[in-house]
Nanobody, 115 residues
Framework: QLHLRESGGGVARPGDSLRLSCEAPMVRYGVAAMGWYRQVPGKQRELVATITFDDVVNYGDFARGRFTITRNNDTMDWWLQMNSLQPEDTGVYYC?????????WGQGTQVTVSS
């Protein structure tokens, strides 16, 4: 069983930035993709950002231009830089990775954007 360690999040004001981190301890190979999904109130879980082992990046429409996903394959850490946050970005953000066809999830971290 792979346990992802997720950190970051918190409370921000509109226009602020936050950075989420995720790591897959003891994993150095076999990960096809990694990224984040989020669960915002009243909506289904949706894709925030994903990056594949060969650096193909995809963002949810709301994230494009504001959020940036990066990763370090040597340490199996990845990050989500979120800029220009808005109240509608409030929700629980879950990191994930796809390793050998099995998807593993982080515990989720709350992001609250409020003035």
């Amino acid at each position: 069983q792979l346990h992802l360690r997720e950190s970051g999040g918190g409370v921000a004001r509109p226009g602020d930035s936050l950075r989420l981190s995720c790591e897959a301890p003891m994993v150095r190979y076999g990960v096809a993709a990694m990224g984040w999904y989020r669960q915002v109130p009243g909506k289904q879980r949706e894709l925030v950002a994903t990056i594949t082992f060969d650096d193909v990046v995809n963002y949810g429409d709301f994230a494009r231009g504001r959020f940036t996903i990066t990763r370090n394959n040597d340490t199996m850490d990845w990050w989500l830089q979120m800029n220009s946050l808005q109240p509608e970005d409030t929700g629980v953000y879950y990191c994930y990775c796809d390793r050998y066809g099995t998807v593993y999830w982080g515990q989720g971290t709350q992001v609250t954007v409020s003035s």
